[in-house]
């Protein structure tokens, strides 16, 4: 069965990415292929894609779809913080455009049953890849409750996270906890009842996030990949995230700041010491958000946002 994710931002992403035929581009998050597709299409004739995801069943489905264009198209099943050795892999040097379209396909949320979420009554799985061994449940039957409420605090940024971690310590003292339904039904009793009905999201919403964030490591793959990317940009390539998360998207801004920053010598030395040159022009100063329409027809790109930036010469 084909994927149904829609991808987010695809004309805004497309143009930033700077795709013509004879280009090379990585997509380090193919999910259902929709931005791969549309990139594909772009660089053909000539150009060589390059096709990444830690989900195998992505990486499968991608195949698929691109199937027709096999000769222009590389897959690799691997986490993209495994970036410079799959180019080695591959023997290619550099690139001319890396596009990282951040968290979860509507395929893995709604049908991959790894309870990504807490709409249905799943195995607490929440692995991307399914080769990683620490699951969902082993951190939540496992961890100490200090670990489980900085997960909560820290990635969640969950008022409540100290009463979750709490309860689910004196829960699976009788038995483990091993389903979303469980772990949804212990937030919910943690959340004082009239913070739980002023919230405009489910209850559960902010802490399923952070679980999963810390089950698939995501803001240090994230961090250690953008360095990465930007080595094994060619001069003028382009690089476009797009994140869903504000802790990410404070990682890219950051990351794509202080690459486009030059000298760091205290402001009252005569002249530069430290040699530093920016690398990175940044092309969205201000960071883009999807359209009302998009939003409208397709409410998972809500919380989308774009940044994107290009290697200088
Ligand atoms: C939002 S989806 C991408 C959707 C895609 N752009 C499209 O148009 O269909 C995110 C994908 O990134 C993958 N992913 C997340 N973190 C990853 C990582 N560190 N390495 C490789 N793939 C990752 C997920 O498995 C998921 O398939």
Known sequence: ???????????????????????????STLGGAGHAMAVVKKILPGGLFIGIDRDAGAVENARRQLAAY??????????????????????????????????LSFDQIESSGRGFSFRKDEPLDMRMDTQNTETAADIVNKAGVKRLTRIFKDLGEERWAGRISKKIGEKRKTSPIETTGQLAEIIRGAIPGKEAARRRIHPATKAFMALRIEVNRELEALDSFLNDAVEHLKPGGRICVISFHSLEDRIVKHRFNEFARGCECPRDFPVCVCGKKPVLRVLTRKIRRPSQEETLENPMSRSARLRAAEKLQ
């Open 1 to 27: 069965m084909a994927f149904r994710h829609v991808p987010v931002m695809r004309e805004e992403a497309i143009q930033y990415l700077n795709c013509a035929p004879g280009k090379r581009v990585v997509d």
């Open 70 to 103: 096999a000769e222009n198209v590389r897959l690799v099943h691997d986490n993209f913080v495994n970036l410079s050795h799959i180019l080695l892999q591959l023997e290619i040097d550099s690139v001319d455009a890396i596009l990282a379209d951040l968290g």
